[in-house]
């Protein structure tokens, strides 16, 4: 396995460096074939989002200067981007995709969307040829770790921010958040941000109150919504399925009174109020009217941490599967690796089998079938036994990282000539040998 | 042989079962398909138990334990429905336990005592029986779904969304699914009684008001109209409406125990 991998990410570069390496869709092709063509690397493929930029290869003795490319390919000086890069080989280099494609590297770790992003990836470096045999082999069990790691844990289940846990539990009361209308009392950033979550999630309809009235008609504007003036807050404010309060109060300004005036006139439809001041605006016995639900800054973020918490177990659950994987893979590519050797050794043995067979057979004179058989029989009888100490060596020697002095050393022995072959090919002769052992 | 389907009924019903106190502790998706595999499976063998029962010509619907089957039934398809609409097994976890305790009963016994015999009027009698059924079904699920509105309501106010009972859809959800039972189930409930009614006039030519199973049957069908009332007038909802929804479902109950002790609407001793 000569796997190489190199990039930079949300964590070891700044967006304007990410920038200068982003690739468009529309080069990545060309980008791929240019990859293949640098000394040193047999096949490559690059991923292009807006948080990373990796080059996956894999190389003829595991030493390609992948930095050389990536300076070369966008005009940059080392000094420009060598701090930012990472590098990983062969285990790290598998370890660290596996990771990518399981989400597990991406700022909001559990999002789904980086396993299309690669999987496009994989399909171009595939289209132009840039990805055959090793990187095949390596992406297609990526996939299959992504997968194993979304079904199995919760990692991509949660969701993290105040504004997403403000949805997620405007779920849990509504069920569909389609056709609800949200207040805004006292425009701010995060009360914004909340509400554009909601909106993006269906809302229908926004009321906005501040008091600045202008600063509402402002707000009221950006989302399409209506300006209400402050004093005409409790008249309104009965209309909305989910108030965002974040005003600069001293005190509570929806009390237990205002909370029964508006279960009324709404006939207990329930009311969501998401408060985000500090101190805060709903006062403790309006919270507790059945009906009244409603969640102060320290409940919301006791929700986001349940959920990092929870994410983070999932997360090392994650891990776990993905270094059982990175073992298994780094197992089979060894075991492939081997197998040429172990093919030409016993091709190497028959033809000398053969050979001998012929070269004695006149002195021998007629043999009887049963003879014939005999005589096959003696012969390879002999060479399986010689060859099963060295052929069980290798196997076992694939799984550890000894395994190229060892092929080496068995290739030099016996003179071997190994000509590539393809995995597939090499898949069903190991098979072959299994059942031959 | 309407009894051996009942009992296998009754033996899917009881994966239903398991499902509704499992549902209690953990979520599992796997286990709620199963759950309503077996269900649906349960209520084939139900249905050709009903089925049986009916082609046999004789009007037993009126036995105890007919009737419990035929509730049984009708509580399954009001949940089938509902699956049908909001994709939620979770009333499951109160329906499941009520249709399988009327199945067991229904199901124990090769010999149903019989309700009186000498009914005039049997298109009546059947139309009563059917009505009020329905009713109770509906009654059973409305009941069901504010129980869990309330668990619902907890969980939300105790701001601790663990990941217990979560298996609970939305509050507005279970909300809908109490108020459409109960919308469905009154008309069917006041409709019963009034066959109901006339099966008694035709029978004994007056209705006996005095009667401890007709008396419970007014205040059930009083509280019945009271929780549709005060939902439609006021929205009342949460404890309030699990309140009158528990009082309603112990009304059914002491209704349907009446018919042991009431003169005329009685399961007579075999």
Known sequence: MRIQLIGVNHKSAPIEVRERLAIPESRLPDTCRDLTAYPGIEEGMVISTCNRVEI??????????????LHEHFHLKPEELDAHLYEFREKDAVRHLFRVASSLDSMVVGEAQILGQVKEAYATARAVGA????????????????????????????????????????????????????????????????????????????????????????LAQKFDGQAIKFEDLYNTCDRADIVITSTGAPHAIFRREHGEQFLARRKNRPMFFID???????????????????????????????HV?????????????????????????????????????QDHLETIRQAE????????????????????????????????????????????????????????????????KEPQQDAAKKDEIGVRR | MSLLWLRFALACYFIGLVYAFVALTRTSDLFSRIALHAASLGMVFHFVSLTELFLSGQVVWASVHNGESLLAFLSMTFFMIIYTIYQTTSPGVVVFPVVFFLTFVAAVDEQPVLLTQFVSHKGWLIAHIILIF?????????????????????????????????????????????????????????????????????????????????????????????????????????????????????????????????????????
């Open chain 1, 131 to 218: 990805a055959r045999g090793q990187l095949d082999q390596l992406f297609s069990r990526a996939f299959a770790v992504a997968k194993r790691v979304r079904s199995e844990t919760a990692v991509g289940s949660s969701s993290v921010s105040i504004a997403s846990v403000a949805v997620e539990l405007a779920k849990k009361i509504f069920g569909t958040l389609q056709g609800k209308t949200v207040f805004i009392v006292g425009a701010g950033k995060m009360s914004e941000l909340a509400a554009r979550h909601l909106m993006a999630h269906g809302c229908a309809s926004i009321f906005i109150a501040n008091r600045t009235y202008e600063r509402a008609i402002g």
């Open chain 1, 357 to 420: 067979i012929d070269r004695v057979r006149g002195r021998l004179g007629q043999l009887s079938p049963e003879q014939e058989i005999a005589v096959e029989a003696l012969t390879r009888g002999i060479i399986n036994k010689v060859m099963h100490t060295p052929i069980t060596t290798l196997k076992s020697a694939a799984k550890d990282s000894e395994a190229t002095t060892i092929v080496d050393v068995v290739r030099r022995l016996f003179n071997l000539q190994v000509k590539g």
């Open chain 1, 309 to 345: 918490a929870d994410r983070r177990k999932e997360a090392e659950r994650a891990e776990a599967i993905i270094a059982g994987e990175v073992e298994r893979f780094e197992a089979r590519l060894h075991t492939l690796d081997v197998v040429p050797t172990i093919v030409s050794l």
């Open chain 2, 134 to 270: 329905t009713g109770y079904a509906a009654l059973v699920l409305s009941f069901g779904a504010s129980l869990l509105y309330l668990l619902q309501e907890r969980r939300l106010k105790s701001k601790k969304p663990t990941s217990l009972i979560s298996f609970l859809p939305a509050l507005e959800v279970i909300d809908q699914i109490g108020y459409r039972s109960l919308l469905l189930g009154f008309p069917f409930m006041t409709l019963g009684l009034i066959t109901g009614s006339i099966v008694a006039v035709t029978t004994y030519g007056h209705v006996d008001f005095l009667d401890p199973k007709i008396l419970l049957s007014l205040l059930m069908w009083a509280v019945y109209m009271l929780m549709v009332f005060t939902r439609w007038n006021s929205g009342w909802r949460g404890r309030r409406a699990a309140f009158l929804a528990t009082f309603a479902f112990v009304a059914a109950l002491a209704a349907w125990a009446a018919n042991y002790f009431s003169a005329i609407h009685r399961f007579a001793a075999s």
């Open chain 1, 276 to 306: 985000i001041a500090v101190p805060r605006d709903v006062s403790q016995d309006m919270a507790k009217l059945d009906g009244i639900f409603a969640y102060d800054i320290d409940d919301l973020q006791q929700a986001v941490s349940s």
């Open chain 1, 56 to 69: 996956v290869t894999h190389t003829a003795n595991g030493h390609a200067d992948l930095r050389g490319f």
